[in-house]
């Protein structure tokens, strides 16, 4: 029903910023929650930010006051702005998409992010 296409991931070296973008189609009236999860080798996936349909968002305290998601309704897409990033920023990124509370949870394949030293 719903197809998730992710962009932006990249190589830069700590202090820099990237941009990740993840645009949703298929059959969808309107999202409730839009996001990214993360994971890197050998750790648990993590939430890194949520946002939902009234606006209001969710970040992991790792990444308070250096990330800031926003999403465009008109273009069923959000995007994660990250700024000040870190070696441990290190991961592959995926994109969460649920159309309605507790419904089906759809996933992009995942963006390597790789910040150096």
């Known amino acids: 029903q719903v197809q998730l296409v992710e962009s932006g991931g990249g190589l830069v070296p700590a202090g820099g910023s990237l941009r990740l973008s993840c645009a949703a189609s298929g059959s969808i009236f309107s999202i409730n929650a839009m996001g990214w999860y993360r994971q890197a080798p050998g750790k648990q996936r993590e939430l890194v930010a949520t946002?939902?349909?009234?606006?209001?968002?969710n970040y992991a305290d790792s990444v308070k006051g250096r990330f800031t998601i926003s999403r465009d309704n008109a273009k069923n897409t959000a995007h994660l702005q990250m700024s000040g990033l870190k070696p441990e920023d290190t991961a592959v990124y995926y994109c969460?998409?649920?159309?309605?509370?507790?419904?089906?949870?759809?996933w992009s394949q995942g963006t390597q992010v790789t910040v150096s030293s």
């Open positions: 969460r998409v649920n159309l309605v509370w507790n419904g089906p949870t759809y």
């Open positions: 946002i939902f349909s009234s606006g209001s968002t």
